[in-house]
């Protein structure tokens, strides 16, 4: 292995430093009574304008968002999506909201909460998943290794469901960190921001859905009134 | 001149001409100036968003050593390996070794600028492993054995039926015409590629000091897979991407969406801490985080240019700029094109070799409206000239200067030149351009006005006579 040059380069950087800064690089960048997340979209603080928010951000990033009342509703329209895309099989791992309607797909599963290969994953029609928290700001999903079925499902099948409850709806990222710091005590080894199904502007800028992620994401969204 | 300056005024004539090239690249720019202001309007106040996310970057750029320190304690508190390296041979060789020691055969790589840069690509081909590019753009570029005509956008250059035909050529694909066809040809290769790998290889976008975890932004998942699937992965970070706290996150990650992309944020933002935990069932089992200085400690000495290391590498600069939009990316024969290119690279690579860039400049000043960082990039530009021209000085500009104070301290001079003017005119229009004009360099592409009947003084004095 070659050798590492940590304390030379740990030396340029302090002899680099010993000249300041022009003042000019600085004052113009001190802003010191306001968080500075304060500048970005406004999120509002009413839930029910929240959820607005976020339906608005799913619809332009073309992220299917369904509502559901209650259980029942949740598993009505898993079992409506798996009819509609003609599931041969899924992938998942083992979570509250998911548990029951799941199972009621009747479907071969594989769960990648315990050890599975990589290959039989690649072939399921279908990832379904939990989440930390569905973000309003950005109509974005925050999911970690232990909140979604580890680092791949949510990206590897073509097809991603996540389920989320309406508590899990927070303001913007600096919520969602906070939402993780509480849960987990720290931020885990991984965490990932989905916004919308895969997608890519490489050729003519024009936009395609499912570069290499899943070409279509659903979010089942029970939401008791 | 140097090679590279004969290169740039070759290609960028070339190109300036070539007007096809022209209206292609900025037909594919006004989709992304529509979108950028449509979300820009939505932030409460993006000056002050600017001027907060330039604050983050400061305090980690003038505080460096201490924050990168935090880091590499913090990411190898979880297990990862921390590698410094000092220039781009160091890193290639360890990346290497690494791939070696783990009987590494196949690479799937991510979109990494910091890569491109140090030639880590062809470093590892080298070394006898197969190495693939995921990122749609840069697959399609490297197919194409071409450089990446843009940061963010690789590929923009080329129609879709230039992509046709590289696609039929090198991959046997049918012929497809649509975008979306292209991109499923694509999808379906890198797929296999994704299971074959035993290496990942990624960049980075930030990475945070205070939780230990980079963090990756892409908008096509191949970055997720890459650091997912393969059971080694090296992710290669600039010394400078280092932010001090995970709540600056929150603000740069929308802003370089915005700023980059015309997007609210980017589809896929990744934070990696870690190989596979205790409890993961997934996940790369080894990982390596590279720290590259390759002379940014350089341009970080120079503390008139240090906010140029606050970039985050969003392309605005370059979507905005007249000079790339006339000359497009691959004229400046440089890893970073336009703007922020032109400020960095004769730091990176040498003043005398690349100050040509910092002189083809209108110093418009678009760029430094347009980062979100606040980047005072066309006066690094004049600053680049000045140190140029202060280090070399151009022998003849001295007693051009003198001559012309002696001639403008003398009126009968200019009394008596202007009438000669009226007379040689003639013969300057003749030989304009051309090379018995010593002007030729500026005279060339700008037309002579011919000179009037009578000059201002003449008409002076008449109108005087007139009272």
Known sequence: ?225 | MSTQSQQFHRDADRLTHDLTHRSFIQRALGGYYLKRDQEKSRYTDWQRARASASAAKYEAINHLDKYLLELTGKLEARGTKVFWAADGEEASDYIAAVARGAGVRRIIKSKTMTGEEIHLGPALEKAGMEVVESDLGEFIVQLREEAPYHIVFPSMHLTRGQINETFQEKLGSPSADTPEELTMIARGVMRKKYCEADMGISGANFAVAETGHISITENEGNARLSTTLPRVLVSLVGIEKVVPKLEDLALLLPMLATAGAGQNMTCYNTLLGGPRQPGETDGPTEFHVVLLDNRRTTLLADAEQRDALHCIRCGACLNVCPIFKNIGGHAYGTTYQGPIGSVITPHLRGLQSWKHLSFSSSLCGACTEACPVKIDLHHHLLQNRRNAISQKPVWWEKPIFLGFAFFMRRPFLYRFAAPMLRIFGPVLHAIRGQIFDPARLWTGTRDLPPAPARSFKEFWKSRDAKR
């Open chain 1, 1 to 225: 292995m070659p050798n590492d040059s940590r304390d030379k380069i740990l030396r340029r950087i302090r002899e680099a430093l010993t000249t300041a800064a022009p003042a000019r690089h600085r004052a113009q960048s001190t802003e010191p009574t306001h968080p500075a997340t304060d500048w970005l979209p406004s999120v509002p603080p009413d839930p029910a304008a929240r959820l607005a928010q976020f339906e608005q951000n799913c619809a332009a990033l073309k992220t299917e968002l369904i509502l559901c009342t209650d259980e029942g509703a949740l598993a009505t329209a898993l079992a409506g999506l798996a009819k509609e895309n003609a599931w041969e099989s899924l992938a998942t791992h083992d979570f509250e909201m998911g548990r029951q309607p799941v199972a009621a797909l009747n479907l071969p599963t594989l769960r990648t909460d315990q050890p599975y290969e990589v290959p039989d994953l690649e072939r399921c029609d279908v990832g379904i998943s939990g989440c930390d928290a569905l973000i309003s700001q950005t109509g974005g999903i925050l999911v970690t290794a232990t909140s979604a079925g580890g680092r791949a499902l949510s990206v590897l099948p073509p097809h991603h469901v996540v389920i989320a409850s309406a508590d899990q709806l927070v303001g913007d990222l600096s919520d969602a960190f906070a939402v993780l710091r509480e849960k987990y005590g720290t931020i885990p080894a991984f965490a990932s921001f989905i916004t919308g199904p895969s997608r890519t502007g490489d050729i003519e800028r024009i936009l395609v859905l499912g570069a290499h992620g899943p070409k279509k994401l659903t979010v089942l969204l029970l939401w008791k009134e």
